[in-house]
DNA sequence: GCTTCGAAGTTTAAAGCTGAAGTCTTCAGT
DNA sequence: ACTGAAGACTTCAGCTTTAAACTTCGAAGC
């Protein structure tokens, strides 16, 4: 009676059977690389997110910790541009960058050459969250490609890249919205 | 004066560039590999968010109709099946089926032969939105591997699916959060 | 048969996000 | 200078989600 699999997520496999069964018109092999992609990138950012956690730190402000990292030193920017490099309101950005004010992580303070606008500024601690978050992430990542030989992960980067240029291609940059972790 | 790209997403170069110049004991072809999965999947849901929008249903409601259609028919679920099965909690679920009731997506009873269940079923019109979307869906996704030559998306579908494997092992289900479209 | 325990859903309060309106600053035209 | 318009951020109202309390029904034990 039934499923193969209970109420949790049915395996990739079953999955793939299920929509031939219910969508004729679909290359299963098409299905199995869209499915795997998708579900790869969910368990990294739940794995991502549980090391965060370790740090005291949430998913969404290790995003704005790394936006600010990779800006390059002296790691400043506008909420504005924060907003749209992590693809929220500015209306969010806000109420975000206040939380990590009080918990040290950021500065926030009005430009002087140019009092519309707003600096935000990373601080040694947030600095410091950062670096830990990367070594939990790239331990975490090392460990994942694991099994791949040398040249897998160059063929892997080089077709991933290619799929990515022909999106970014296909939709330049309209919107943005759904943040995620990169 | 600041960085080579304004304040819009940087390129996948500039980005792992930047993560080389801040934290040196990253691998670049990891890093290159990561990053692109986690671009193109955010590009992925986005392209799949306006589809569905096209459609008079949001990602969420097409996220609810896939579960109940891959179900199999009689396409009829429990709410917390369907919130296992999304990674939500079951007041989320609560909320959601009231909405896709009132659209006429789906209905609500109680079991009559157990009435702690409530069982949630497809409506015709509920199917018809899935198929539409899966039509739209499976043209992006063609149109999308249309470079990857067959032999190519052999390997890169067996490849996906040992990291997938790998990933599942590790972090055997714990949580589920994140919900994300597959 | 009554009580207790547990499972399934719903309700409620609080967090975070969006979209729209509002405030303050700067710049251009006169 | 003065006014109007545009830009950058914040505030406000509404929605979605989560976590936790609550309700209801069914199953076991005595």
């Known amino acids: 009676m039934g499923d193969t699999s209970g109420a949790g997520e049915p395996t990739l496999e079953e999955q793939i059977a ?23 990138n969910r368990r990294m950012n739940v794995a991502y997110g549980r090391q965060t956690a370790e740090l005291g730190i949430s998913n969404a402000e290790w995003e704005v910790l790394k936006a600010l990292v990779l800006s390059g ?21 806000t109420h975000r960058i206040d939380r990590m004010v009080s918990e040290g992580l950021v500065t ?19 600095r410091g969250k950062w ?11 090392e460990d994942l490609l694991q099994d791949l030989s040398p040249e897998e992960r ?22 943005g919205r759904l943040s995620d972790l990169d």
């Not at 299920?18 to 790869?40: C, G, M, T």
């Not at 030193?73 to 950005?93: N, V």
């Not at 670096?131 to 990542?141: C, I, K, N, Y």
């Open 18 to 40: 299920a929509y031939q069964r219910e969508f004729q018109d679909l290359d299963p092999q098409v299905e199995k690389i869209v499915s795997a992609l998708s579900r790869l």
């Open 154 to 175: 160059t063929a892997l980067g080089e077709v991933l890249t290619r799929l990515l240029r022909r999106v970014e291609h296909a939709q330049p940059d309209a919107g």
């Open 131 to 141: 670096l830990e978050a990367m070594r939990l992430a790239s331990v975490f990542e």
């Open 73 to 93: 030193a002296p790691y400043r920017m506008g909420p504005g541009d924060l907003a749209k490099r992590l693809g929220l309101t500015p209306a969010a950005m």
């Open 108 to 126: 926030r303070e009005r430009d002087e050459s140019n009092r519309v606008r707003v600096i935000v500024e990373l601080t040694h601690d947030g």
